[in-house]
């Protein structure tokens, strides 16, 4: 099966042509075309909508002849598109033109939910494991809208047990960096300048300390607001020199995406051990972060629980429209009477 698949959730444009192999085992990825806005958006200090919605309208055409050259695929069997959650302009943009594709080529369409193809991500490399071996499994999903746990039983068989009470914790990233004048997305930056943070906390070097947000709180909820303000707090009780300063900057980025790991990687093993899960399962933008990974790893090592973990190549962690191609895959699978649809709509706030 060859699917054709689009993914307009935020600023990136996205196309992705996939073959299946051997029932969904594998998958073959003829073309990934991505297309970034993160230029245009910088000087806004996060995504603008409606300029999103015309560059999705602009790059929509351009990165379709581009995948279907790179795949040497004119043919295909479905179309995917993701319809939420995510910022409703580029949503319709990107579902509107599915509806078009499915139209001319006479094609069904697939609606995917954004979250569950961050999940699924996973899958676009062999896992090479008996699903009774994966399931249950705990899945973070993690990115500049969404901070979430599930608990899968399966492909398809979801529960949302925790998710963020405010904001999320790559919009936390975006923030400090913001408040530090680092420019946007924050992610990448603070990663880096964290990275030459050479002290390790606890340390007398280090000097400032900032809150875990819910840590210690017996549920899977999360909470990155609190810490977004300590943030700010903190940057306006120290003087113009040492705001500038290298060493301040450097240290704060350290002590913030530490604190960020250290909620997310707390409160996923809690979830893992009292749902008795076999798999640790990483998905969005956030899960690309190196320091997050290597510290997922050690954890879970630590904690003597013989769990899985199972995180997508960092070209996958964020938005891409392979994963909503084998988030489709699966759906068809479970419904294989499934025909041309014209009527998808949108949902910005569209839940797992």
């Known amino acids: 099966m060859i699917i054709l698949a689009i993914e307009t959730s935020c600023d990136d444009t996205c196309i992705s042509i996939i073959k299946s192999k051997n029932k969904g085992i594998k998958f073959e990825i003829l073309s990934n075309v991505i297309s970034s806005q993160v230029k245009l958006h910088a000087k806004y200090g996060g995504v603008y909508p409606s300029l999103a919605k015309r560059e999705h309208q602009?790059?929509?055409?351009?990165?379709?002849?581009?995948?279907?050259?790179?795949?040497?695929?004119?043919?295909?069997?479905?179309?995917?598109?993701?319809?939420?959650?995510?910022?409703?302009?580029?949503?319709?943009?990107?579902?509107?033109?599915?509806?078009?594709?499915?139209?001319?080529l006479k094609l069904p369409i697939i609606p995917v939910n954004h979250i569950e193809a961050h999940m699924l991500a996973n899958w676009l490399l062999p896992i090479n494991?008996?699903?009774?071996?994966?399931?249950?499994?705990?899945?973070?999903?993690?990115?500049?809208?969404?901070?979430?746990?599930?608990?899968?039983r399966n492909i398809g068989k979801y529960k949302l047990i925790g998710e963020t009470r405010d904001d999320a914790a790559g919009?936390?990233?975006?923030?400090?960096?913001?408040?530090?004048?680092?420019?946007?997305?924050?992610?990448?930056?603070?990663?880096?300048?964290?990275?030459?943070?050479?002290?390790?906390?606890?340390?007398?070097?280090?000097?400032?300390?900032?809150?875990?947000?819910?840590?210690?709180?017996?549920?899977?909820?999360?909470?990155?607001?609190?810490?977004?303000?300590a943030i700010l707090y903190d940057f306006q009780n120290h003087s113009?020199?040492?705001r500038n300063a290298q060493k301040y900057i450097r240290e704060m980025c350290f002590e913030t995406q530490q604190a960020i790991i250290d909620v997310l990687i707390k409160k996923t093993i809690k979830a893992a051990k009292d749902f008795n899960a076999k798999t640790v399962i990483l998905g969005g933008g956030v899960t690309a972060n190196n320091e997050l990974r290597k510290q997922f790893k050690s954890q879970i090592k630590n904690s003597k629980l013989k769990i899985q973990f199972l995180?997508?190549?960092?070209?996958?962690c964020t938005d891409n429209a392979a994963m909503v191609g084998v988030a489709?895959?699966?759906?068809q699978q479970r419904n294989k009477s499934l025909k041309i649809l014209q009527a998808i709509t949108v949902n910005a706030n569209l839940k797992i």
Not at 80 to 103: R, S
Not at 196 to 214: A, E, N, V
Not at 328 to 331: G, L, M, P, S, T
């Open 311 to 316: 995180v997508p190549p960092k070209i996958f």
């Open 328 to 331: 489709a895959f699966f759906r």
């Open 240 to 242: 113009s020199s040492t």
């Open 129 to 152: 494991k008996n699903p009774k071996n994966i399931f249950p499994a705990i899945c973070l999903v993690v990115s500049g809208g969404h901070t979430c746990l599930i608990l899968m």
């Open 58 to 104: 602009k790059n929509l055409p351009i990165a379709l002849k581009k995948a279907e050259k790179i795949a040497g695929v004119l043919r295909f069997d479905l179309i995917a598109v993701t319809a939420g959650p995510g910022l409703e302009p580029c949503l319709w943009t990107g579902v509107n033109f599915a509806k078009e594709l499915a139209d001319k």
């Open 171 to 229: 919009e936390c990233f975006d923030k400090a960096a913001r408040v530090l004048g680092l420019g946007y997305p924050g992610g990448p930056v603070i990663a880096e300048q964290a990275r030459r943070w050479k002290s390790k906390i606890p340390s007398p070097d280090g000097q400032i300390r900032l809150p875990r947000p819910m840590i210690n709180q017996k549920n899977y909820d999360f909470s990155f607001s609190g810490l977004k303000t």
